[in-house]
Nanobody
Framework: QVRLVESGGGLVQPGGSLRLSCTHS????????LGWFRQAPGKEREGVGC????????YYTNSVKGRFTISRDNANNTLYLHMTSLKPEDTAVYYC?????????????WGQGTQVTVSS
């Protein structure tokens, strides 16, 4: 089982930046991906983006393109989500997940989430 723990959430002003971290344990298959999702109150969980394990290719949902960047530190088993130009609508609980495929569509494991609040 892949275990995931998010951290780095908090309160940030609109236009500000924040970096989330997700530590993961367990051996990751080359044919897998790690992704970031978010869930706002009363909303369905929404995919933010992902990064493939084999090649480190990243994908983003349109609403965050140009503002969010997904990266990883393989040596420290850490996934990052660097968020800039934050908007109030980015407010949500952010989760990292493990996808057993490399298509960012079949997530098996999730962390507990970290709250991001964008407000003045």
């Amino acid at each position: 089982q892949v275990r995931l723990v998010e951290s780095g959430g908090g309160l940030v002003q609109p236009g500000g930046s924040l970096r989330l971290s997700c530590t993961h344990s367990g051996l990751l298959s080359d044919d897998s991906a790690l992704g970031w999702f978010r869930q706002a109150p009363g909303k369905e969980r929404e995919g933010v983006g992902c990064i493939t394990t084999r090649h480190g290719r990243t994908y983003y949902t349109n609403s965050v393109k140009g503002r969010f960047t997904i990266s990883r530190d393989n040596a420290n088993n850490t996934l990052y989500l660097h968020m800039t130009s934050l908007k109030p609508e980015d407010t949500a609980v952010y989760y990292c997940g493990y996808d057993h495929s490399d298509l960012c569509d079949l997530y098996d494991y999730w962390g507990q989430g970290t709250q991001v609040t964008v407000s003045s």
